[in-house]
């Protein structure tokens, strides 16, 4: 059963714009897009288990990634340092 998210995502001109322009990008990576994709539909009022069975992906991180956006917006969606050995292999 899928509950309504606390963060609700009201999306600006602006941010929808550039949400919509990474989320048709084929040169981007691809978990850049979903993070994008899955804001979007986020703003439509769709619930997390809904989004994670359109993209294909887990309800946490849906909820991940909507909790993010909700409190940093756009930059929110941006990878972030990890712990760890660096990558060996470039992108």
Same mark, same amino acid.
């Given at each position: 059963m899928s509950t309504s998210s606390p963060?609700?995502?009201v999306l600006t001109s602006k941010e929808r714009a550039e949400l919509t322009r990474r989320a048709r990008k084929q040169t981007l990576r691809y978990r850049e897009v979903v993070r994008a994709r899955i804001v979007l539909l986020a703003a439509t009022g769709l619930h997390n288990d809904e989004i994670a069975q359109r993209l294909d992906t887990t309800r946490e991180? =849906?909820?991940?990634?909507r909790k993010r956006f909700f409190e940093e917006? =756009?930059?929110g969606l941006k990878e972030r340092q990890r712990p760890g050995r660096p990558p060996v292999f470039s992108p």
């Open positions: 963060f609700a995502i991180s =849906v909820g991940k990634w917006r =756009v930059a």
